[in-house]
């Protein structure tokens, strides 16, 4: 999801029509729109191969699969995704989805808690934290863990993202380089560095950093 953002798209999987209709209800459309349902796992996995998501809402059990399955399956992207499940499986779904950053709500669950936690999902909202913490602070706890766990698996990738956006532009300057002082094309100066990094055993990274140091003066 991306910060400072007016409204969220938001896509309810259930296959309880009245859940999708009592979500509905409950997220202001200034904040969240559109807000579209699928009726099931494979349904919710098409739709979002054309359309992203700010917000999964899974309702479970789905037709297809309990729903455990999707949460993970969604929870490596960049969407937040909120699980509601029966109070007798709170824990056991909680413990197998916190880590990675899914949030868990026990259903049946007041409208203040359910908002709290879409809030939550939308980038964590301290003040519908605090909400959830008058109604459950357990529950809470397990929340802004699965939160917690959510945001550094989104530092994580941004760290990668940015090491290899780094990588390109070092490797680019490379090319420049042996363009500007060898005269070799693009393509020969692209096959210079793949050799290179293969014939030295190293990454073209470091390939890279070794011509920068040869010419760059």
């Not at 997220?27 to 739709?47: T, V």
């Not at 939550?120 to 934290?129: I, Q, S, W």
Request: net charge neutral; with cysteine; proline share 3%.
């Amino acid at each position: 999801m991306t910060s400072g953002r007016t409204q969220y798209r938001v896509l309810i999987v259930s296959a309880v029509e009245k859940i999708y209709e009592y979500i509905t209800e409950i997220l202001p459309p200034g904040e969240f729109s559109p807000i579209l349902r699928a009726a099931s796992a494979g349904e919710a996995k098409r739709m979002l191969v054309s359309d992203e998501a700010d917000i999964v809402i899974i309702n479970t059990p789905l037709p297809d699969e309990f729903g455990t399955e999707l949460a993970l399956d969604l929870s490596g992207g960049t969407a937040g995704v909120l699980l509601l499940v029966k109070n007798d499986y709170f824990d056991q779904v909680c413990y197998k989805v916190e880590r990675e950053g899914v949030l868990t709500v026990g259903k049946p669950s007041s409208r203040q808690t359910l908002y709290g936690a879409v809030k939550l999902a939308d980038g964590g909202d301290h003040a519908a934290a605090a909400a959830l913490f008058n109604v459950c602070h357990a529950r809470a706890v397990k929340l802004a863990a699965a939160m917690s766990a959510r945001l550094a698996k989104m530092e994580r990738k941004n760290k990668t993202l940015q090491e290899k956006m780094a990588d390109i532009r070092t490797v680019n300057r490379a090319k420049w380089l042996l363009i500007e002082n060898l005269n070799m094309t693009e393509r020969d100066a692209h096959y210079y560095i793949e050799k290179q990094a293969m014939d030295m055993r190293l990454s073209r990274h470091e390939v890279a950093e070794n011509i920068i140091r040869t010419y760059d003066k």
